[in-house]
């Protein structure tokens, strides 16, 4: 994007045309409630008590839809004003590039009711409001860093925290299309967008936001284990530290990022500032693709000790795997360390431009929340896992389905909607 604010209807990419960037950062984050539901019902299919882990209150009646079927109905209500708010816009703009910057209100109309539902408005009692009213108390908590109690629901902020850091591109275009939307020149929200929209600056602080949360976050839980009883369990806290420092690796690929992008003079940035952005990339893509088998999945693929162990299920894994048979996990591992380094296509001299089209930057961004729905069925069974360990009891003789056992159904937990 060259920044200028005068954007031509002739200058819409066909994209925009018919899926305008308000459209494309709705469908996102519709995805992310479907998504939350797949988890939800496939995690109880096979045993694993989600609610439990995230504190999330009792029911009053067990006549009450399941927490699954519950996150299904609101996806399907907010799917279909999703879906009527984009064939209005379709017939009243016809792939006009005119039509489509004067109607530009349509979609923006449609995001504040997204995320009026979602979020802001206390509204539609019957449409899982007690899980609506928790995901707004949780945003509030963690918008700032903060990070509740193990007893309170920390696993619940520690999983939505680290989806929004999957989320950062796409909040990033939610304030690109605000800003274009009210600046007084330029083509409005569903012009070609504008990431430089707002200042040079604005863009990067909030894609650097989620990862800065999580960062305070790990900082809050090493200051715990410091002031708490040091055990052998707990360890001194080093483990926190390091996954600060992990996400603390996202804050220069963004900065340099930026900087190639601000470069002034219509010149090429320097160098310098690629061959930075290069190193900082791969250090970031590595190490949280280390954090994610090692630490997040518990999985011992980098044990030299313990990943040959007969102990173990399979090669590098670990002795209990509910999600699946070894060869998926196998799998998940390849994938995530693919998806991990998704940057890399910019590197090529034939996909580097592809890779800044705006159809390119959507795919980005829909691989990497996929990439962000399939841990969290890892890293929840990895939770579970951790729970469940009883002492004196053999892990193995937990009671709890494996992944080729479908007929033992999980604990049944209501939603009170």
């Known amino acids: 994007m060259d920044g200028d604010p005068a954007v031509e209807p002739s200058e819409l990419d066909s994209l925009s045309l018919t899926f305008p960037l308000p459209y494309r950062v709705a469908f996102i984050i519709l995805l992310a409630v479907w998504a939350w539901g797949i988890n939800l019902h496939y995690l109880y299919i096979i045993g694993i008590d989600v609610p439990s882990l995230i504190r999330y209150p009792g029911r009053p009646s067990p006549h009450h839809?399941?927490?699954?079927?519950?996150?299904?109905?609101?996806?399907?209500?907010?799917?279909?004003?999703?879906?009527?708010?984009?064939?209005?816009?379709?017939?009243?703009?016809?792939?006009?590039?005119?039509?489509?910057?004067?109607?530009?209100?349509?979609?923006?109309?449609?995001?504040?009711?997204?995320?009026?539902?979602?979020?802001?408005?206390p509204v539609f009692k019957n449409l899982s409001h007690s899980g609506r009213t928790r995901l707004r108390a949780t945003l509030k908590r963690i918008s700032i860093g903060g990070i509740a109690e193990a007893k309170d629901g920390k696993f619940g902020d520690i999983l939505l925290a680290d989806v929004l850091t999957s989320y950062a591109k796409v909040l990033a275009d939610l304030y690109v299309a605000l800003c274009m939307f009210l600046r007084s020149e330029g083509g409005g929200a569903t012009a070609r967008p504008d990431r430089s929209c707002g200042g040079?600056?604005?863009?990067?602080?909030?894609?650097?936001?989620?990862?800065?949360?999580?960062?305070?976050?790990?900082?809050?839980?090493?200051?715990?284990?410091?002031?708490?009883?040091?055990?052998?369990?707990?360890?001194w806290g080093g483990q926190h530290l390091a996954n600060a420092l992990k996400y603390a690796t996202a804050f220069p690929v963004i900065v340099f990022s930026?900087?190639?992008?601000?470069?002034?003079?219509?010149?090429?940035?320097?160098?310098?500032?690629?061959?930075?952005?290069?190193?900082?990339?791969?250090?970031?893509?590595?190490?949280?693709?280390?954090?994610?088998?090692?630490?997040?999945?518990?999985?011992?693929?980098?044990?030299?000790?313990l990943r040959g162990s007969p102990d173990l299920r399979a090669f590098?894994?670990?002795?209990?795997?509910?999600?699946?048979?070894?060869?998926?996990?196998?799998?998940?591992?390849?994938?995530?360390?693919?998806?991990?380094?998704?940057?890399?296509?910019?590197?090529?001299?034939?996909?580097?431009?592809?890779?800044?089209?705006?159809?390119?930057?959507?795919?980005?961004?829909?691989?990497?929340?996929?990439?962000?729905?399939?841990?969290?069925?890892?890293?929840?069974?990895?939770?579970?896992?951790?729970?469940?360990?009883?002492?004196?009891?053999?892990?193995?003789?937990?009671?709890?389905?494996?992944?080729?056992?479908h007929n033992i159904q999980g604990p049944k937990y209501e939603d009170d909607d």
């Open 200 to 235: 040079a600056v604005v863009v990067p602080l909030i894609m650097a936001l989620p990862s800065l949360i999580r960062l305070r976050q790990c900082l809050i839980e090493y200051g715990r284990v410091r002031r708490g009883r040091l055990t052998e369990a707990t360890g």
């Open 65 to 121: 839809p399941t927490h699954h079927l519950s996150t299904y109905r609101l996806a399907t209500v907010l799917s279909s004003i999703y879906v009527f708010a984009l064939l209005v816009f379709w017939i009243f703009t016809h792939g006009n590039p005119e039509l489509v910057l004067a109607w530009d209100w349509v979609p923006l109309m449609y995001l504040a009711v997204l995320l009026g539902l979602l979020i802001v408005l």
């Open 258 to 305: 930026a900087l190639q992008r601000n470069s002034t003079g219509g010149q090429p940035p320097p160098s310098h500032y690629y061959r930075a952005w290069v190193g900082a990339c791969v250090v970031n893509s590595l190490y949280s693709f280390y954090w994610d088998v090692a630490k997040d999945w518990d999985l011992t693929l980098f044990d030299g000790d």
């Open 316 to 405: 590098g894994l670990r002795r209990r795997l509910h999600v699946g048979p070894p060869a998926l996990y196998y799998a998940v591992i390849a994938l995530d360390l693919l998806l991990r380094c998704t940057w890399s296509l910019k590197l090529s001299p034939h996909l580097g431009r592809v890779a800044d089209w705006e159809g390119s930057i959507f795919a980005i961004e829909l691989l990497e929340v996929c990439r962000r729905w399939v841990w969290i069925f890892f890293r929840v069974e990895t939770e579970w896992i951790r729970t469940t360990a009883v002492p004196g009891l053999d892990a193995d003789d937990i009671l709890l389905p494996d992944y080729h056992n």
